[in-house]
């Protein structure tokens, strides 16, 4: 019954590869996010999309390119990994767009890069 | 600029002993400000949304308060479990995703 669940939990990798993080939400949301934890634990977003469309994104390097093919997924790819992407990456998906609107999150991907 | 600030960074409290988290925000038009707890190795939780000043939100031991300028978790009696770091939240200028201050750990010792 997870609500937002991602996948992998742990991705261990070596500098310069390319990965995939996967998210799917099954609260019926139209909004969807991705976030950044750095090691301080400082959560910080780096995309949003509704219905399937990007709203944010916020100076993120344009090695990071989340796609979502339907309003229930939004994956991240990221091209040529570098050390200080190690981080924990959450999605997490609201009803919409509505500043009032509380998102629910997923348990993270923690990224380690080598 | 920071929207949102917590403080204090840590508490650690004995189980039973009362206390509060603080929560300042600086954002004009509150579209509301939210609560999380965290627990390690999982995501944010999502506890209360107050949206407007002198509104109270209660869950358990858990009471959120909001002011025009801040916004506290008070914690009654706290138990051991209650342990996690607690998040404070505010909505974007864009309204599109969520500032979050740097979070409270709190450690409730038996």
């Known amino acids: 019954d997870t609500a937002v669940s991602q996948t992998p939990k742990y991705l261990v990798t070596q500098m310069g590869n390319d990965k995939s993080i996967k998210c799917e939400q099954n609260?019926?949301?139209?909004?969807m996010y991705w976030y950044k934890q750095d090691s301080k634990k400082f959560l910080k977003i780096m995309f949003s999309?509704?219905?399937?469309?990007?709203?944010i994104n916020e100076t993120v390097p344009n090695r990071f390119s989340p796609k979502s093919p339907d309003k229930a997924h939004l994956n991240l790819h990221i091209n040529s990994l570098e050390l200080g992407d190690s981080a924990v990456y959450f999605c997490?998906?609201?009803?919409?767009?509505?500043?009032?609107?509380?998102?629910?999150f997923g348990d993270g991907t923690r990224l380690s890069i080598l | 600029e920071d929207q949102v600030t917590q403080s204090p960074e840590a508490l650690r409290l004995q189980e039973g002993e009362s206390s509060s988290l603080n929560c300042s925000y600086t954002?004009?038009?509150?579209?509301?400000l939210f609560w999380y707890r965290q627990d390690p190795g999982k995501g944010p939780e999502f506890l209360f949304t107050?949206?407007?000043a002198g509104e109270e939100k209660e869950k358990e031991r858990l009471k959120a308060t909001l002011t025009k300028k801040e916004s506290f978790l008070h914690i009654t009696a706290p138990k051991p479990e209650d342990s996690a770091t607690y998040l404070c939240?505010?909505?974007?200028?864009?309204?599109?995703?969520?500032?979050f201050g740097k979070g409270t750990s709190l450690l409730v010792t038996p």
């Open positions: 999309y509704n219905n399937k469309e990007l709203i």
């Open positions: 939240a505010v909505p974007t200028n864009s309204g599109y995703a969520l500032n």
């Open positions: 107050l949206y407007s």
């Open positions: 609260l019926g949301h139209d909004t």
């Open positions: 954002v004009s038009g509150l579209r509301g």
């Open positions: 997490a998906s609201s009803p919409g767009t509505g500043g009032g609107q509380p998102q629910h």
